[in-house]
Nanobody, 125 residues
Framework: QVQLVESGGGLVQAGGSLTLSCAASGRTFSSYTMGWFRQAPGKERDFVVAIDSSGGVTYFGDSAKGRFTISRDLAKNTVHLQMSRLKPDDTAVYYC??????????????????WGQGTQVTVSS
């Protein structure tokens, strides 16, 4: 069982930066692939980026390439999403998720077993 709590959301102007954090509880955090997804009003939940259990493999969705980075701190059971050059289209609720696949990076919502409550990111133009 893993509990995930996101933080760091807020209001930022276009072109600005924001860092989201996801704190995980549970002794098996290092076994999980961790992902970030986002969901805008009236839209499906979309993949943003994921990192495998070792932290050595990452995969970025098209919306994140070149602008976002992901990192994980195994000692602190946290995952960070650094977002830069933000656009109004990045406005959404951002969710942290954990997948038991561990060594495999996956972009599919269905592959993730645990989810945080989400944190709102609003980018003003």
């Amino acid at each position: 069982q893993v509990q995930l709590v996101e933080s760091g959301g807020g209001l930022v102007q276009a072109g600005g930066s924001l860092t989201l954090s996801c704190a995980a509880s549970g002794r098996t955090f290092s076994s999980y692939t961790m992902g970030w997804f986002r969901q805008a009003p009236g839209k499906e939940r979309d993949f943003v980026v994921a990192i495998d259990s070792s932290g050595g493999v990452t995969y970025f969705g098209d919306s994140a390439k070149g602008r976002f980075t992901i990192s994980r701190d195994l000692a602190k059971n946290t995952v960070h999403l650094q977002m830069s050059r933000l656009k109004p289209d990045d406005t959404a609720v951002y969710y942290c998720a954990a997948s038991l696949l561990g060594s495999k990076v996956t972009t599919k919502v269905i592959d993730y077993d645990y989810w945080g409550q989400g944190t709102q990111v609003t980018v003003s133009s």
